[in-house]
């Protein structure tokens, strides 16, 4: 998918005057004629890898490609985040010299110091903390859980996007090892197992393969999952990319669930596992029919949905007296891979972005799962790699 062209056009005017600006201060600054010629080159060489990135295709490559050109415009962004920061501390030091005083160096001083900071930060999101796994324990009361239930514990893991990984394993491998090593009664994953095609899951099959849980591990698909973010020759070959992943879904040992329910069972006593396919708010497509799923939302059983996009949850299942889902987990939002202090940008696009949220009369409940993958830019800025281990409770 290429850049809107117009954008791109200002985003390289303004560039470019950055670039200008910077060059114009070190030439002034400094003696030596070698910083202002370093910040050049560089600036022309970041120019030039830019207009390539750009006009290299992405909806109908390799994902090998598509990683390259993510690493690129991750190094791209980076240098320039940094680089407006500084100039913004740099322009408020200038700003007694409109009044024919001096600049206030220790402002661009501490300019210097955020931007080397920022650009630090952003190459530990990428090298560093996506590496990283937050286990979260989480407990939710369910006012008519079956007594058999009372204690369960399911471990949800969610937005893999194993194409970000290429072939290297190691990341899913010690991912799959956390999981298992919680001991859950039954492992869910809640959509987005790829990028953009399922050609990228096979090196993944191995480690996906040893999840173990005592009532089994499913999965449902995520907006990602089918095929739309790539061109395809023919309608034939997005469908068979489509069986391919279910085929591989069932070899790793997943049950993969597409509008339908399952029950789970403990101790004479029985929850219905909901998984639907992907329904979520514009641009992604709605695939996914709870009503198909499951026909009598209303009926007393108690019911766990999956459901990628926490959007329905919002839109369709939250204070709604007909739609007896005392749960819901989702995915999707990754927290927009940047989380500080409890914050996250995402909450100016999803109001249910990351961790337990309840409705109004606290009868529907539903979790979100920032994810263990990245996709767009490879880095974590916090938000690290989550794993959740609910355990359901009978409510008092």
Known sequence: MRLPLFPLFVFLLVNIGIDAYIYKVLKRRFRSVWPSRVQLWTA???FLMLVVTVCLPRRDCSNALLLTIMWMLFGYISVYLSKYLFVIFDFIAR???FFKKHRIKWITRTGVVAAVGLFAVLWWGALINRFGIDVKEVTVEIADLPDGFDGYRIAQFSDMHVGTFGNDTTFVSKFVDRINSLNPDVIVFTGDIVNSRTAELPPHISPFSRLSAPDGVYSILGNHDYGDYSDWPTPEAKAGNMEML???QAEMGWRLLLNETTMLRQS????ALIGVENIGDPPFKVYGSLKQAYPCLSDSITKILLTHNPAHW?????????MNVDLSLSGHTHAMQIEML???PAKYR???WGGLYKDKDKSHQLYVNIGGGTVGFPARIGAT?????????KQK
């Open 44 to 46: 022309v060489g970041l």
């Open 95 to 97: 700003i007694p010299e």
């Open 246 to 248: 279910k085929r591989l």
């Open 268 to 271: 004479g006593d029985s929850i």
């Open 314 to 322: 919002v839109d369709s299942i939250a204070d709604r007296p007909d």
């Open 342 to 344: 409890g914050w996250s």
């Open 350 to 352: 999803y109001p249910t």
């Open 385 to 393: 790699p989550e794993i959740t281990v609910i355990t359901l409770k």
